[in-house]
T-cell receptor, first 120, second 117 residues
Framework: EAGVAQSPRYKIIEKRQSVAFWCNPISGHATLYWYQQILGQGPKLLIQFQNNGVVDDSQLPKDRFSAERLKGVDSTLKIQPAKLEDSAVYLC??????????????????FGNGTRLTVT | AQKITQTQPGMFVQEKEAVTLDCTYDTSDPSYGLFWYKQPSSGEMIFLIYQGSYDQQNATEGRYSLNFQKARKSANLVISASQLGDSAMYFCAMREGYGGSQGNLIFGKGTKLSVKP
């Protein structure tokens, strides 16, 4: 099966500019995640979708970050305006489990190759 | 609150030898899953192995095995017969089965493994 697709692979922008990232999850995966990974750290969740609804966006800086998954398939993450501290790798992941209490613990997340963002 | 701790920022191992990467976790949820991911310098996160909180046996996947000690809340990754291609960052992660986060994967800070020829 095809993996999680992300684009672009790299992006360099100046602070205060805007940028958008795109993700296409594995076919049939209802749950989609965006993670931010700052150099030297583990990934941190920004937002989680189930189908086209937001499940968790508690760690998304909503004054500058936005994300959507309109048709329950692919998703875009936008930053506007960018700050220097937004320099990171943005990872998209998807997971098969659509629901069911207790079922989540079994299912791994499948990640894309990520987008490396540099803000200058 | 759930938490993952990886205390080894970096590890070295000789090619063909075994290495253990440490991971401890904290959660109040009795139902959870533990995962290990490999992240090469190219950046992708590769799923390696999974252990469920109710699993009686330690998980194994090829050269990877998970030393699961539930009472100690530890889930160490053992890589046998290390290869040069094993050089990468390794992340331990946890996913709870219940609760409001509905399956968010929480990561540790990672361990950088370097395999020497």
């Amino acid at each position: 099966e095809a993996g999680v697709a992300q684009s672009p692979r790299y992006k360099i922008i100046e602070k205060r500019q805007s940028v958008a990232f795109w993700c296409n999850p594995i076919s049939g995966h209802a749950t989609l995640y965006w993670y931010q990974q700052i150099l030297g750290q583990g990934p941190k969740l920004l937002i989680q979708f189930q189908n086209n609804g937001v499940v968790d966006d508690s760690q998304l800086p909503k004054d500058r970050f936005s994300a959507e998954r309109l048709k329950g398939v692919d998703s875009t993450l936008k930053i506007q305006p960018a700050k220097l501290e937004d320099s990171a790798v943005y990872l998209c992941a998807s997971s098969l489990v659509p629901g069911g209490l207790g079922a989540y613990r079994h299912s791994p997340l499948h990640f894309g190759n990520g987008t490396r963002l540099t803000v200058t | 609150a759930q938490k993952i701790t990886q205390t080894q920022p970096g590890m070295f191992v000789q090619e063909k030898e075994a290495v253990t990467l440490d991971c401890t976790y904290d959660t109040s949820d009795p139902s959870y899953g533990l995962f290990w991911y490999k992240q090469p310098s190219s950046g992708e996160m590769i799923f390696l192995i999974y252990q469920g909180s109710y699993d009686q046996q330690n998980a194994t996947e090829g050269r990877y095995s998970l030393n699961f000690q539930k009472a100690r809340k530890s889930a160490n990754l053992v890589i046998s017969a290390s290869q040069l291609g094993d050089s990468a960052m390794y992340f331990c992660a946890m996913r709870e089965g219940y609760g409001g986060s509905q399956g968010n994967l929480i990561f540790g800070k990672g361990t950088k493994l370097s395999v020497k020829p």
